[in-house]
């Protein structure tokens, strides 16, 4: 069974970190395409990184420069390291999986767009207070 469990949430203030970190189980972790995903109340789910099987990094426009995505694939780890926190950062983030061991899987899977991804985790909290 496919499991993915999201840690490192918390309540910080403006200009601190977090490092959020994602442990899967059930698959060969290297063969997937994995990600961050964030939802706000009232805002819609938005990609945050995504980082593909050969390593290729992707992220949106927000997060460039202060967050850093990386695995670890012989711990089956996905990283989120996010320096200079906003409070406009403040959601629930999400890991995310796609399996993309072949090139045409890989492709398929667009980076930062959720419904490519098949599988979640439940989710951790960032707050960020001003």
């Known amino acids: 069974q496919r499991q993915l469990e999201e840690s490192g949430g918390g309540s910080v203030q ?3 970190s977090l490092r959020l970190s994602c442990t899967a ?3 060969t972790y290297s063969t997937y395409c994995v990600g961050w ?3 706000a109340p009232g805002k819609e789910r938005e990609g945050v990184a ?3 099987s050969l390593g290729t990094t992707t992220y949106a426009d927000s997060v460039k420069g202060r967050f850093t995505i990386s695995r670890d694939n012989a711990k089956n780890s996905l ?3 996010m320096n200079r926190l ?3 950062d403040t959601a629930m ?3 995310a999986a796609a399996f993309c061991a072949t090139v045409a899987q890989r492709l398929r899977v667009t980076p930062l767009r959720a ?3 098949s599988y979640w985790g439940q989710g951790t909290q960032v707050t960020v207070s001003s």
Do not use: M, N, V, W
């Open 14 to 16: 403006a200009g601190d």
């Open 25 to 27: 189980s059930g698959y």
């Open 37 to 39: 995903f964030r939802h």
């Open 50 to 52: 995504t980082i593909d």
């Open 79 to 81: 990283f989120l390291q």
């Open 86 to 88: 906003k409070p406009e």
């Open 93 to 95: 983030y999400y890991c």
């Open 115 to 117: 419904p490519a991804f």
